[in-house]
């Protein structure tokens, strides 16, 4: 069984003109393959998507529509891209949006691809069962941990800091397997991580809030988290019922 500390990964992201994985594209695309001990290769490019680089997407990454120009297009290093990862355990951030964003670019470009058999490790989930940085970007993750990270929301100084992230949050596993089989299972969190009531306990959000997000198509942690304290809800309540006679009176 090999050891967490000595496996080949692949840590990967990129940036794009939005999150609309149908209309957006990729901008620029970094991968690093490492170890625990040391960086192996690395790749990075600036993508010309062929489109307008929205302002607001650029107040995000910093990168404009100039910088793009003369570029390659993603179709020329969809290739290389697909062979740099290989077979390897793939590393990221919400890696599930970059790991879509490729897989999307290789279908509009007829591209052989079959990154969706690849296995992966999202830190944001690793984050999750960590529970002790205030918040789970990777930012502030970074800035938890004390790992520098310049240039924010460029691909690679995003992936070189993940890659210290990801050691860190994963340090109190032996083997990738035990890793693996412990983010098969959901993760139950603190705290409500988007919407209108972000960064409030679960505890104190509204039960109808909760019986409302639960329909909705969110991640399997968060879907958990919000049926446990739903269920939680209705114990206390059957509890408060059971304990005083008089209720149903």
């Not at 035990?178 to 299972?185: P, V």
């Not at 919407?195 to 997000?213: D, T, V």
Request: with cysteine.
């Amino acid at each position: 069984m090999t050891l967490l500390n000595k496996d080949i990964f692949v840590c990967l992201d990129i940036e794009a003109t939005g999150l609309d994985l149908t209309t957006d594209r990729i901008i620029e695309v970094a991968i690093v393959k490492f170890t625990f001990d040391k960086i192996l290769d690395s790749f990075s490019t600036l993508i010309d998507p062929e489109i307008e680089i929205p302002k607001i997407s650029q107040d995000i990454h910093n990168i404009s529509n100039d910088m793009v120009q003369g570029k390659p297009k993603i179709k020329e290093v969809l290739p290389q891209i697909l062979k740099f990862i290989g077979s390897h355990i793939i590393i990221g951030h919400s890696i599930k949006f970059d790991i879509d964003s490729i897989y999307e670019a290789t279908k509009r470009n007829q591209v052989p691809c079959k990154i969706y058999d690849a296995v992966y490790i999202d830190t944001l989930r690793l984050a999750r069962l960590y529970g002790e940085s205030p918040y789970n970007s990777l930012k502030e993750l970074a800035k938890h941990f004390n790992i520098e990270l310049d240039g924010a929301h460029r691909a690679l100084n995003d992936v070189m800091a993940n890659i210290e992230v990801f050691k860190k949050l994963s340090n109190t596993f032996t083997t990738t397997k035990q890793l693996l089989e412990r983010l098969e299972k959901p993760i139950l969190m603190k705290k409500m991580p988007l919407g209108k009531h972000k960064n409030r306990l679960f505890s104190e959000i509204p039960i109808e809030y909760l019986k409302w997000a639960a329909s909705k198509d969110f991640d399997q942690d968060l879907l958990f988290s919000i049926r446990v304290e739903i269920n939680a809800r209705k114990k206390k309540i059957s509890f408060e019922r059971a304990s005083n006679p008089f209720s149903n009176l």
